[in-house]
């Protein structure tokens, strides 16, 4: 079973508006990630964030994490046409070792 | 940077054909891994590699899939027999743990699509 869970499964907003995905897992971790993924393409890292951290900001990105709901978002600002693809959580599992495990994913699609 | 290196990019085959997958990780990474993506199941991953021994292979769906990776410039992923149920997008990442600025990212590569008639 996927260790985390994004929700929604599919996004569908106008260009310039905020798009919010979130991601519920079930162990306990070190570190999340978010990653994107174009259609046809391989994944790609966005950002980390540490068991220690609250929030974090990459650019139009930002990332929130609770611990003790376990759970994480991703916003992503002012959209863009170009923002349109799958993102991904993925956990590290909290016992030190390098394996992720991924989630099942969120379609973004955003329309001009 | 070349990135990770898969290939092929597309491989068709009929069931019962060997089917192999070829990696090249970033140069510098110690960490390879093979995941499986399909609609019904998602991304999972199959095995793992930290310089070079395979560290956990718990998700290889059984045995006729097995890996290697001989040196640290490559590894392959190798079904025999294959099967329809075996037709999924590939994808091998690498990284090295610790690496300052790159802790725990992985990096992919642009995946192999497997049809299996």
Known sequence: ???GEEDPQALSIQEGENATMNCSYKTSINNLQWYRQNSGRGLVHLILIRSNEREKHSGRLRVTLDTSKKSSSLLITASRAADTASYFCATDGGGGGNKLTFGTGTQLKVEL | DAGVIQSPRHEVTEMGQEVTLRCKPISGHNSLFWYRQTMMR???L?????NNVPI??????????????PNASFS???IQPSEPRDSAVYFCASNHPGLAGSTDTQYFGPGTRLTVL
């Open chain 1, 1 to 3: 079973s996927q260790q």
């Open chain 2, 42 to 44: 998602g991304l999972e």
């Open chain 2, 46 to 50: 199959l095995i793992y590699f930290n």
């Open chain 2, 56 to 69: 956990d292979d718990s998700g290889m769906p059984e045995d006729r899939f097995s890996a290697k990776m």
């Open chain 2, 76 to 78: 392959t992923l190798k």
